[in-house]
C-alpha cells in the first residue's frame, strides 16, 4: 500500500507562486515506479499535470509547460510541484498519484494504482 499525502496549496494573486508537495508513506520500496500531478477544476474533468519516473523521466503537459516544474527528493519519498506565473485559470484542486512497478511518464488518470487527497490552490486577486 502506498499512502499518498499532498501539502502546500493554499491562496495566491495571479503571477504568483506556490510549491505543492506529496509525501508519500510506503513501507515497500518500488525499484521501477511513475508518480504524477494531476488537477480537477470545479465542473471539469480530472487533468494530468506533469509526471516523473523513478529514473527521473520527467513530463510535462502543454497547459504549464514553462510555468509548473516536477521533481522528487527520492531519500524524503517526497514529489514536489512548483508553479509560478500562476493565473486564475490554474485554479483547481492538486492531486499526486502513484503508479507501483512501471517507469512511464503517462498522464492518463487511469494507470494510476493510489491517490492522494488533494491540496486546493486558489489563484484571484
Known amino acids: 500500500q502506498v499512502q499518498l499525502v499532498e501539502s502546500g496549496g493554499g491562496s495566491v494573486q495571479p503571477g504568483g507562486s506556490l510549491r505543492l508537495a506529496c509525501e508519500q508513506r510506503?513501507?515497500?520500496?518500488?525499484?521501477?515506479?511513475?508518480i504524477a500531478w494531476f488537477r480537477q477544476a470545479p465542473g471539469k474533468e480530472r487533468q494530468g499535470i506533469a509526471a516523473i519516473t523513478s529514473s527521473g523521466q520527467t513530463a510535462v503537459a502543454d497547459s504549464v509547460k514553462g510555468r509548473f516544474t516536477i521533481s522528487q527528493d527520492n531519500a524524503k519519498k517526497t514529489l514536489y510541484l512548483e508553479m509560478n506565473s500562476l493565473k486564475p485559470d490554474d485554479t483547481a484542486t492538486y492531486y499526486c498519484?502513484?503508479?507501483?512497478?512501471?517507469?512511464?511518464?503517462?498522464?492518463?488518470?487511469?494507470?494510476?494504482?493510489?491517490w492522494g487527497q488533494g491540496t486546493q490552490v486558489i489563484v484571484s486577486s
Open positions: 510506503r513501507q515497500r520500496t518500488y525499484p521501477y515506479y511513475s
Open positions: 498519484a502513484f503508479r507501483a512497478n512501471v517507469a512511464s511518464v503517462n498522464l492518463d488518470e487511469s494507470v494510476y494504482n493510489f
